[in-house]
């Protein structure tokens, strides 16, 4: 890709716009009747987590993988969980709710990736809800998502 093309975390608007959304999601999943039962206990810094690991995934840097234990740790978080997927779709549609909210880029070559992204990570979310608290994951290097076939951010013809 060339080095003009941003990477998701730059067109997304950085660690400040992906706090804001996921600290409106999390708002927003506490008022849900079918997530808020997933979500009643979290830890007040579970929104900066998830902002950190997006973030990390989409370019940003890497201060999930440094601090908080890289893709195998938030693997973990998910064990034991048995998400189902009437809660994974809500996950997802408050998730985009929240995008719009915030005001996170909606050209079509940034939302295909973002949402890309959530499908994928959601689904193994999903997946690895279903192994026992003693399950060992692998440890595998952090995703890196970037613009897909599109290959940048949208640019209007003049």
């Given amino acids: 890709m060339p080095d003009d093309v941003p990477t998701l975390y730059q067109w997304a608007g950085g660690g400040e716009a992906l706090g804001r959304l996921t600290r409106t999601f999390y708002d927003k999943v506490l008022a849900d009747e079918l997530l808020e039962p997933v979500f009643r206990n979290m830890s007040p810094d579970h929104p900066g987590h998830v902002a950190a690991f997006i973030g ?3 370019g940003g840097p890497r201060t999930y993988s440094g601090s ?4 195998r740790a938030m693997v973990m978080h998910h064990l034991d969980r048995h998400l189902t997927e009437p809660q994974r779709r809500r996950w997802v549609e408050l998730l985009v709710d929240a995008a719009d909210h915030v005001g996170l880029p909606d050209d079509p070559e940034f939302r295909s990736a973002f ?3 959530v499908e ?3 689904r193994l979310a999903r997946i690895n809800s ?3 608290p003693d399950h060992q994951p692998a440890e595998e290097p952090m995703p890196q998502w970037g613009w897909g076939v599109p290959g940048g951010p949208y640019q209007p013809q003049e």
Avoid: C, I, K, S
Wanted: hydrophobic share 45%; aromatic share 24%; charged share 10%.
């Fill in 130 to 132: 279903e192994f026992g």
């Fill in 68 to 71: 908080l234990g890289g893709h």
């Fill in 115 to 117: 949402m890309a992204y």
């Fill in 56 to 58: 990390e995934v989409f």
């Fill in 120 to 122: 994928w990570g959601t």
